[in-house]
Protein backbone atom coordinates (compact mmCIF):
# COMPACT_ATOMS: atom_id res chain seq x y z
CA UNK A 1 0.00 0.00 0.00
CA UNK A 2 1.46 3.36 -1.15
CA UNK A 3 2.01 6.35 1.90
CA UNK A 4 -0.60 9.06 0.98
CA UNK A 5 -3.82 8.19 -1.25
CA UNK A 6 -6.42 10.65 -2.51
CA UNK A 7 -9.84 9.28 -3.34
CA UNK A 8 -12.06 10.86 -5.93
CA UNK A 9 -15.58 11.01 -4.52
CA UNK A 10 -16.97 10.07 -1.13
CA UNK A 11 -19.74 8.29 -2.40
CA UNK A 12 -20.86 4.72 -1.37
CA UNK A 13 -17.53 3.05 -3.19
CA UNK A 14 -15.59 6.15 -2.86
CA UNK A 15 -16.13 6.08 1.17
CA UNK A 16 -15.41 2.32 1.22
CA UNK A 17 -12.28 2.56 -0.53
CA UNK A 18 -11.20 5.72 1.91
CA UNK A 19 -12.02 3.49 4.61
CA UNK A 20 -10.05 0.25 3.57
CA UNK A 21 -6.70 2.61 2.46
CA UNK A 22 -6.45 3.85 5.79
CA UNK A 23 -7.53 0.86 7.59
CA UNK A 24 -4.19 -0.42 6.12
CA UNK A 25 -2.16 2.16 7.23
CA UNK A 26 -2.42 4.60 3.80
CA UNK A 27 -2.75 8.54 4.73
CA UNK A 28 -6.42 9.45 2.88
CA UNK A 29 -7.47 12.48 1.73
CA UNK A 30 -10.74 12.42 -0.32
CA UNK A 31 -11.65 15.40 -3.03
CA UNK A 32 -15.71 16.04 -3.55
CA UNK A 33 -17.95 18.06 -5.77
CA UNK A 34 -20.81 18.18 -3.41
CA UNK A 35 -21.51 21.46 -1.24
CA UNK A 36 -21.30 18.87 2.08
CA UNK A 37 -20.78 15.66 3.06
CA UNK A 38 -23.89 13.68 4.99
CA UNK A 39 -22.88 14.00 9.07
CA UNK A 40 -22.65 9.95 9.13
CA UNK A 41 -19.64 9.98 6.53
CA UNK A 42 -17.84 13.05 8.12
CA UNK A 43 -18.11 11.33 11.06
CA UNK A 44 -16.83 7.74 9.58
CA UNK A 45 -13.59 9.93 7.90
CA UNK A 46 -12.98 12.10 11.66
CA UNK A 47 -12.76 8.87 13.50
CA UNK A 48 -10.54 7.18 10.65
CA UNK A 49 -8.21 9.98 10.28
CA UNK A 50 -9.57 10.58 6.83
CA UNK A 51 -9.19 14.27 5.61
CA UNK A 52 -11.73 16.12 2.81
CA UNK A 53 -12.58 18.75 0.85
CA UNK A 54 -16.12 19.63 -0.82
CA UNK A 55 -16.89 21.90 -3.38
CA UNK A 56 -14.97 20.66 -6.22
CA UNK A 57 -11.29 19.51 -6.34
CA UNK A 58 -8.51 22.02 -5.96
CA UNK A 59 -4.42 21.03 -6.44
CA UNK A 60 -4.83 19.77 -2.22
CA UNK A 61 -5.90 16.89 -4.04
CA UNK A 62 -2.68 16.13 -5.86
CA UNK A 63 -0.16 15.95 -2.67
CA UNK A 64 -0.26 12.14 -3.24
CA UNK A 65 1.44 9.15 -4.07
CA UNK A 66 -1.58 7.69 -5.81
CA UNK A 67 -4.86 9.52 -6.90
CA UNK A 68 -8.06 6.36 -6.75
CA UNK A 69 -10.82 6.94 -8.73
CA UNK A 70 -14.07 5.96 -7.69
CA UNK A 71 -17.40 4.24 -9.34
CA UNK A 72 -18.86 6.79 -11.84
CA UNK A 73 -16.12 9.46 -11.67
CA UNK A 74 -15.25 10.56 -15.04
CA UNK A 75 -11.90 11.18 -17.04
CA UNK A 76 -12.79 14.57 -17.54
CA UNK A 77 -13.22 15.24 -14.22
CA UNK A 78 -11.24 18.38 -13.00
CA UNK A 79 -8.85 15.98 -10.45
CA UNK A 80 -8.35 13.71 -13.21
CA UNK A 81 -6.95 16.73 -15.48
CA UNK A 82 -4.78 17.99 -11.80
CA UNK A 83 -3.53 14.76 -11.60
CA UNK A 84 -2.04 14.19 -14.52
CA UNK A 85 -1.03 18.05 -15.29
CA UNK A 86 1.24 17.21 -11.71
CA UNK A 87 2.06 13.34 -13.48
CA UNK A 88 0.39 11.89 -10.24
CA UNK A 89 -0.74 8.44 -10.97
CA UNK A 90 -4.30 7.62 -11.62
CA UNK A 91 -6.25 4.45 -10.83
CA UNK A 92 -9.90 2.87 -10.47
CA UNK A 93 -10.86 1.23 -7.77
CA UNK A 94 -10.80 -2.27 -9.62
CA UNK A 95 -6.98 -2.04 -9.95
CA UNK A 96 -6.39 -1.16 -6.54
CA UNK A 97 -8.78 -4.06 -5.02
CA UNK A 98 -8.57 -6.79 -7.20
CA UNK A 99 -5.15 -8.13 -5.54
CA UNK A 100 -7.02 -8.18 -2.21
CA UNK A 101 -9.62 -10.17 -3.77
CA UNK A 102 -9.73 -13.71 -2.19
CA UNK A 103 -12.05 -16.50 -3.72
CA UNK A 104 -13.40 -17.02 -7.40
CA UNK A 105 -14.53 -13.89 -8.64
CA UNK A 106 -17.41 -14.04 -11.38
CA UNK A 107 -18.03 -10.75 -12.67
CA UNK A 108 -21.01 -9.27 -14.11
CA UNK A 109 -21.69 -6.31 -16.82
CA UNK A 110 -24.19 -5.45 -19.40
CA UNK A 111 -26.37 -2.59 -20.34
CA UNK A 112 -29.33 -4.74 -18.26
CA UNK A 113 -30.13 -7.22 -16.18
CA UNK A 114 -26.97 -7.18 -14.76
CA UNK A 115 -28.22 -7.02 -11.34
CA UNK A 116 -30.97 -9.95 -11.49
CA UNK A 117 -27.49 -11.71 -12.49
CA UNK A 118 -25.43 -10.71 -9.96
CA UNK A 119 -28.04 -11.24 -6.84
CA UNK A 120 -29.30 -14.70 -8.74
CA UNK A 121 -26.00 -16.33 -8.92
CA UNK A 122 -25.34 -15.42 -5.35
CA UNK A 123 -28.17 -16.90 -4.31
CA UNK A 124 -27.96 -19.84 -6.30
CA UNK A 125 -24.26 -20.62 -4.92
CA UNK A 126 -25.05 -20.14 -1.45
CA UNK A 127 -27.96 -22.20 -1.78
CA UNK A 128 -25.72 -24.78 -2.65
CA UNK A 129 -23.53 -24.02 1.16
CA UNK A 130 -21.46 -22.09 -0.74
CA UNK A 131 -19.52 -19.20 0.98
CA UNK A 132 -20.75 -16.63 -1.76
CA UNK A 133 -21.51 -12.36 -1.82
CA UNK A 134 -22.68 -9.88 -4.14
CA UNK A 135 -20.99 -6.84 -4.20
CA UNK A 136 -20.12 -4.00 -6.39
CA UNK A 137 -22.46 -2.37 -8.62
CA UNK A 138 -25.55 -3.84 -6.79
CA UNK A 139 -24.87 -1.28 -3.59
CA UNK A 140 -22.45 -3.27 -1.37
CA UNK A 141 -19.10 -1.48 -2.10
CA UNK A 142 -16.28 -3.77 -3.35
CA UNK A 143 -13.93 -1.87 -0.94
CA UNK A 144 -15.95 -3.66 2.10
CA UNK A 145 -14.91 -6.90 1.22
CA UNK A 146 -11.28 -6.60 0.18
CA UNK A 147 -8.53 -8.90 2.19
CA UNK A 148 -11.89 -11.14 3.23
CA UNK A 149 -12.18 -14.73 2.20
CA UNK A 150 -15.15 -16.06 -0.02
CA UNK A 151 -16.05 -19.12 -2.20
CA UNK A 152 -16.87 -16.68 -4.66
CA UNK A 153 -17.38 -12.88 -5.11
CA UNK A 154 -19.90 -12.14 -7.28
CA UNK A 155 -19.39 -8.62 -9.15
CA UNK A 156 -21.82 -6.38 -10.45
CA UNK A 157 -19.70 -4.11 -12.76
CA UNK A 158 -20.77 -1.29 -14.41
CA UNK A 159 -18.71 0.58 -17.21
CA UNK A 160 -18.07 3.56 -15.17
CA UNK A 161 -15.51 1.22 -12.99
CA UNK A 162 -14.55 -1.17 -16.20
CA UNK A 163 -13.15 1.99 -17.90
CA UNK A 164 -10.46 2.38 -15.40
CA UNK A 165 -9.62 -1.93 -15.76
CA UNK A 166 -6.01 -2.82 -16.02
CA UNK A 167 -5.56 -5.89 -13.40
CA UNK A 168 -9.01 -7.40 -12.39
CA UNK A 169 -9.42 -10.62 -14.24
CA UNK A 170 -12.54 -12.89 -13.47
CA UNK A 171 -12.79 -16.58 -12.92
CA UNK A 172 -16.14 -16.57 -14.63
CA UNK A 173 -17.56 -13.12 -16.86
CA UNK A 174 -21.13 -12.34 -17.63
CA UNK A 175 -21.95 -9.88 -20.64
CA UNK A 176 -25.78 -9.99 -20.52
CA UNK A 177 -26.12 -7.44 -23.60
CA UNK A 178 -25.14 -4.10 -24.97
CA UNK A 179 -27.25 -1.25 -26.13
CA UNK A 180 -26.71 2.15 -26.33
CA UNK A 181 -26.50 3.47 -22.82
CA UNK A 182 -24.81 6.13 -20.95
CA UNK A 183 -23.19 8.22 -24.23
CA UNK A 184 -23.58 10.98 -22.24
CA UNK A 185 -20.78 9.79 -20.30
CA UNK A 186 -18.97 7.68 -22.51
CA UNK A 187 -18.65 9.90 -25.57
CA UNK A 188 -20.08 6.84 -28.21
CA UNK A 189 -21.54 3.57 -28.28
CA UNK A 190 -17.88 2.21 -29.47
CA UNK A 191 -16.31 3.54 -26.43
CA UNK A 192 -18.90 2.44 -24.04
CA UNK A 193 -19.01 -0.70 -25.84
CA UNK A 194 -14.84 -0.93 -25.40
CA UNK A 195 -14.89 -0.15 -21.54
CA UNK A 196 -18.13 -2.74 -20.78
CA UNK A 197 -15.55 -5.15 -22.55
CA UNK A 198 -12.57 -4.68 -20.38
CA UNK A 199 -14.45 -7.21 -17.93
CA UNK A 200 -13.10 -9.96 -20.16
CA UNK A 201 -9.04 -9.53 -19.86
CA UNK A 202 -7.59 -13.07 -20.07
CA UNK A 203 -5.88 -14.72 -17.18
CA UNK A 204 -3.12 -17.39 -17.21
CA UNK A 205 -5.93 -19.75 -15.33
CA UNK A 206 -8.84 -21.23 -17.19
CA UNK A 207 -11.22 -18.20 -17.41
CA UNK A 208 -14.55 -18.34 -19.19
CA UNK A 209 -16.75 -15.39 -20.93
CA UNK A 210 -20.60 -15.95 -20.50
CA UNK A 211 -22.04 -14.20 -23.60
CA UNK A 212 -25.39 -14.16 -25.80
CA UNK A 213 -23.85 -15.50 -29.16
CA UNK A 214 -24.06 -12.03 -30.99
CA UNK A 215 -21.16 -10.88 -28.56
CA UNK A 216 -19.44 -13.85 -28.64
CA UNK A 217 -16.68 -12.24 -31.37
CA UNK A 218 -16.18 -9.32 -28.18
CA UNK A 219 -14.14 -11.98 -26.25
CA UNK A 220 -10.48 -12.12 -26.38
CA UNK A 221 -8.32 -14.70 -27.23
CA UNK A 222 -7.35 -16.37 -23.86
CA UNK A 223 -10.78 -16.63 -22.16
CA UNK A 224 -13.29 -20.34 -22.94
CA UNK A 225 -16.94 -18.57 -24.59
CA UNK A 226 -19.45 -20.03 -23.53
CA UNK A 227 -22.63 -18.56 -25.64
CA UNK A 228 -26.37 -18.36 -25.55
CA UNK A 229 -27.40 -20.88 -28.38
CA UNK A 230 -23.75 -21.04 -30.15
CA UNK A 231 -20.87 -23.01 -30.03
CA UNK A 232 -18.82 -25.83 -28.31
CA UNK A 233 -19.57 -24.80 -25.53
CA UNK A 234 -23.39 -23.34 -25.11
CA UNK A 235 -26.07 -22.52 -23.54
CA UNK A 236 -29.22 -24.67 -24.80
CA UNK A 237 -33.31 -23.14 -23.75
CA UNK A 238 -35.09 -25.74 -26.50
CA UNK A 239 -37.87 -27.23 -25.23
CA UNK A 240 -38.43 -27.46 -21.53
CA UNK A 241 -35.01 -27.22 -20.32
CA UNK A 242 -32.26 -24.82 -20.02
CA UNK A 243 -29.11 -27.29 -20.99
CA UNK A 244 -24.91 -26.79 -20.42
CA UNK A 245 -23.59 -28.56 -23.45
CA UNK A 246 -19.95 -29.13 -23.55
CA UNK A 247 -19.35 -30.87 -27.04
CA UNK A 248 -21.39 -33.86 -26.79
CA UNK A 249 -21.64 -33.64 -22.64
CA UNK A 250 -24.97 -32.03 -21.57
CA UNK A 251 -26.03 -30.85 -18.51
CA UNK A 252 -28.86 -30.04 -16.99
CA UNK A 253 -29.18 -26.26 -15.54
CA UNK A 254 -32.90 -26.04 -14.61
CA UNK A 255 -36.20 -26.75 -16.16
CA UNK A 256 -37.95 -23.37 -17.35
CA UNK A 257 -41.18 -24.34 -15.19
CA UNK A 258 -38.55 -23.74 -11.76
CA UNK A 259 -38.44 -20.06 -12.80
CA UNK A 260 -40.93 -17.91 -11.15
CA UNK A 261 -39.58 -14.26 -12.74
CA UNK A 262 -41.99 -12.67 -14.97
CA UNK A 263 -40.62 -12.42 -18.97
CA UNK A 264 -38.77 -13.82 -21.40
CA UNK A 265 -36.05 -11.54 -20.70
CA UNK A 266 -35.33 -13.10 -17.51
CA UNK A 267 -35.26 -16.83 -18.79
CA UNK A 268 -31.67 -15.45 -20.38
CA UNK A 269 -30.67 -13.95 -17.17
CA UNK A 270 -31.19 -17.32 -15.55
CA UNK A 271 -30.06 -19.40 -18.19
CA UNK A 272 -26.55 -17.21 -18.35
CA UNK A 273 -26.74 -16.88 -13.87
CA UNK A 274 -26.69 -20.91 -13.43
CA UNK A 275 -24.00 -21.60 -16.74
CA UNK A 276 -22.02 -18.62 -14.86
CA UNK A 277 -22.03 -20.55 -11.66
CA UNK A 278 -22.16 -24.34 -12.94
CA UNK A 279 -18.57 -23.09 -14.88
CA UNK A 280 -16.96 -21.71 -11.50
CA UNK A 281 -17.92 -24.63 -9.60
CA UNK A 282 -18.52 -27.66 -11.38
CA UNK A 283 -20.22 -29.69 -8.34
CA UNK A 284 -22.57 -27.76 -7.59
CA UNK A 285 -26.94 -28.04 -8.84
CA UNK A 286 -27.50 -24.56 -9.38
CA UNK A 287 -31.18 -25.48 -9.97
CA UNK A 288 -31.36 -26.01 -6.09
CA UNK A 289 -32.08 -22.26 -5.39
CA UNK A 290 -34.13 -21.33 -8.35
CA UNK A 291 -37.53 -21.68 -7.29
CA UNK A 292 -36.56 -19.60 -4.02
CA UNK A 293 -34.95 -16.34 -5.58
CA UNK A 294 -37.51 -13.68 -5.42
CA UNK A 295 -37.44 -11.07 -8.31
CA UNK A 296 -35.64 -7.69 -7.72
CA UNK A 297 -37.71 -4.46 -6.53
CA UNK A 298 -38.11 -2.18 -9.58
CA UNK A 299 -37.25 -5.10 -12.13
CA UNK A 300 -40.56 -5.92 -13.57
CA UNK A 301 -41.74 -6.54 -10.11
CA UNK A 302 -45.57 -7.01 -10.07
CA UNK A 303 -46.89 -4.71 -7.79
CA UNK A 304 -50.31 -4.91 -7.08
CA UNK A 305 -53.73 -6.18 -9.45
CA UNK A 306 -57.05 -4.27 -9.47
CA UNK A 307 -60.03 -5.41 -11.00
CA UNK A 308 -58.25 -7.67 -13.13
CA UNK A 309 -55.37 -5.46 -14.29
CA UNK A 310 -51.86 -6.24 -13.30
CA UNK A 311 -49.24 -3.26 -12.52
CA UNK A 312 -45.86 -4.07 -12.97
CA UNK A 313 -42.88 -1.74 -11.82
CA UNK A 314 -40.15 -1.72 -14.39
CA UNK A 315 -38.87 1.63 -13.10
CA UNK A 316 -34.73 0.36 -13.64
CA UNK A 317 -35.52 0.31 -17.35
CA UNK A 318 -33.96 3.50 -17.98
CA UNK A 319 -32.81 2.90 -21.46
CA UNK A 320 -34.78 2.64 -24.83
CA UNK A 321 -33.18 -1.31 -24.88
CA UNK A 322 -34.55 -2.35 -21.29
CA UNK A 323 -37.78 -1.22 -22.20
CA UNK A 324 -37.99 -3.04 -25.77
CA UNK A 325 -37.07 -5.71 -23.53
CA UNK A 326 -39.60 -6.14 -21.17
CA UNK A 327 -41.99 -5.27 -23.56
CA UNK A 328 -41.08 -8.36 -26.06
CA UNK A 329 -41.39 -10.44 -22.81
CA UNK A 330 -44.00 -9.78 -20.89
CA UNK A 331 -47.32 -11.24 -22.68
CA UNK A 332 -50.74 -9.67 -23.41
CA UNK A 333 -52.60 -6.39 -23.98
CA UNK A 334 -50.21 -3.59 -22.48
CA UNK A 335 -50.06 -0.02 -21.48
CA UNK A 336 -46.84 1.59 -21.04
CA UNK A 337 -45.81 4.74 -18.93
CA UNK A 338 -43.12 5.69 -20.37
CA UNK A 339 -40.52 9.23 -19.55
CA UNK A 340 -38.13 11.12 -17.37
CA UNK A 341 -35.06 13.08 -17.90
CA UNK A 342 -33.30 11.67 -21.01
CA UNK A 343 -29.61 10.34 -21.30
CA UNK A 344 -29.07 11.05 -25.08
CA UNK A 345 -31.00 8.04 -26.81
CA UNK A 346 -33.20 8.35 -29.87
CA UNK A 347 -36.58 7.17 -29.00
CA UNK A 348 -37.72 6.23 -33.06
CA UNK A 349 -37.13 2.10 -32.46
CA UNK A 350 -38.79 2.27 -28.59
CA UNK A 351 -41.51 4.38 -30.71
CA UNK A 352 -41.85 0.86 -33.13
CA UNK A 353 -41.97 -1.84 -30.33
CA UNK A 354 -44.19 0.84 -28.47
CA UNK A 355 -46.68 0.50 -31.81
CA UNK A 356 -46.55 -3.37 -31.83
CA UNK A 357 -46.91 -4.56 -28.30
CA UNK A 358 -49.15 -1.86 -26.61
CA UNK A 359 -52.43 -0.54 -26.43
CA UNK A 360 -51.67 2.49 -24.69
CA UNK A 361 -48.92 4.65 -24.06
CA UNK A 362 -48.37 7.57 -20.95
CA UNK A 363 -45.93 9.91 -21.32
CA UNK A 364 -44.49 11.97 -18.12
CA UNK A 365 -41.43 14.07 -17.30
CA UNK A 366 -39.17 16.42 -18.90
CA UNK A 367 -38.32 13.69 -21.80
CA UNK A 368 -42.31 13.34 -22.61
CA UNK A 369 -42.07 16.27 -25.45
CA UNK A 370 -39.39 14.42 -27.42
CA UNK A 371 -41.00 10.69 -26.89
CA UNK A 372 -44.49 11.84 -27.50
CA UNK A 373 -43.10 13.47 -31.19
CA UNK A 374 -41.59 9.81 -31.64
CA UNK A 375 -44.53 8.11 -31.48
CA UNK A 376 -46.56 10.20 -33.35
CA UNK A 377 -43.83 10.12 -35.90
CA UNK A 378 -44.01 6.26 -35.87
CA UNK A 379 -47.59 6.41 -36.48
CA UNK A 380 -48.53 5.77 -32.71
CA UNK A 381 -52.17 7.26 -32.39
CA UNK A 382 -52.90 6.18 -28.71
CA UNK A 383 -50.52 8.02 -26.53
CA UNK A 384 -51.34 10.89 -23.81
CA UNK A 385 -50.06 12.90 -21.87
CA UNK A 386 -49.81 13.53 -17.88
CA UNK A 387 -48.67 16.19 -15.51
CA UNK A 388 -47.07 13.98 -12.84
CA UNK A 389 -46.80 9.87 -11.75
CA UNK A 390 -50.39 10.26 -9.79
CA UNK A 391 -52.18 11.13 -12.74
CA UNK A 392 -50.44 8.61 -14.88
CA UNK A 393 -51.60 5.57 -12.71
CA UNK A 394 -55.30 7.55 -12.67
CA UNK A 395 -55.13 7.46 -16.32
CA UNK A 396 -53.88 4.02 -16.73
CA UNK A 397 -56.63 2.40 -13.98
CA UNK A 398 -59.36 3.95 -16.66
CA UNK A 399 -58.01 2.96 -19.50
CA UNK A 400 -57.05 -0.82 -18.98
CA UNK A 401 -59.67 -3.25 -18.55
CA UNK A 402 -59.60 -6.67 -17.14
CA UNK A 403 -56.58 -8.63 -18.59
CA UNK A 404 -54.29 -6.09 -19.21
CA UNK A 405 -51.46 -5.19 -17.59
CA UNK A 406 -49.83 -1.34 -16.87
CA UNK A 407 -45.81 -1.52 -17.25
CA UNK A 408 -43.72 1.50 -15.69
CA UNK A 409 -40.98 1.08 -17.78
CA UNK A 410 -39.71 4.92 -18.54
CA UNK A 411 -36.79 4.43 -20.52
CA UNK A 412 -35.44 7.62 -19.10
CA UNK A 413 -33.52 8.10 -15.89
CA UNK A 414 -36.25 9.78 -12.67
CA UNK A 415 -33.93 12.52 -11.76
CA UNK A 416 -36.25 15.33 -13.23
CA UNK A 417 -38.90 13.75 -10.88
CA UNK A 418 -37.21 11.63 -8.46
CA UNK A 419 -34.49 10.90 -6.56
CA UNK A 420 -33.85 7.60 -7.60
CA UNK A 421 -35.13 5.24 -9.63
CA UNK A 422 -36.50 3.26 -6.58
CA UNK A 423 -38.16 6.43 -5.40
CA UNK A 424 -40.65 6.46 -8.50
CA UNK A 425 -41.35 2.55 -8.47
CA UNK A 426 -41.79 3.04 -4.80
CA UNK A 427 -44.36 5.92 -5.98
CA UNK A 428 -46.27 3.88 -8.28
CA UNK A 429 -46.37 1.07 -6.23
CA UNK A 430 -48.04 3.04 -3.40
CA UNK A 431 -50.45 5.15 -6.07
CA UNK A 432 -51.24 1.30 -7.41
CA UNK A 433 -52.33 0.67 -3.81
CA UNK A 434 -54.18 3.71 -3.85
CA UNK A 435 -56.67 2.36 -5.96
CA UNK A 436 -57.42 -0.91 -3.99
Request: glycine share 8%.
Amino acid sequence: MVHKITVVGAGVSGQALALWAAKCGASVFVTDCRAELPRQTQELFSKARIQWEVGGHTPRCCQCDLMVISSGVSEKSEAVRLARTANVPVQGELDLLAPHLKGKIIAVTGTNGKTTCTALIAHLLQSCGLNAVSVGNIGDPLAAHADRSYDAIVMELSSFQLHWNTQLRPDVAVLTNLAPDHLDWHGSYENYKSDKCKIFLPRQEVCYAVTHDIDAFLVPAGRTVCALGRGHLRIDMDGGDVLLVDHERRRLLFHKSSLKLLGAHNLENAAMSCAAAALAFRDIDPSAGLASFKVLHHRCEPVGEQNGVLYIDDSKGTNVAAVIAALHSISGRKLIILGGQGKGERYDELARVVREETFAAIVIGSEAEKIFAALLAAGYRHAVRAKDMSEAVKKASELAGPGDKVLLSPACTSWDMYHSYEERGDHFAQLVRTLF
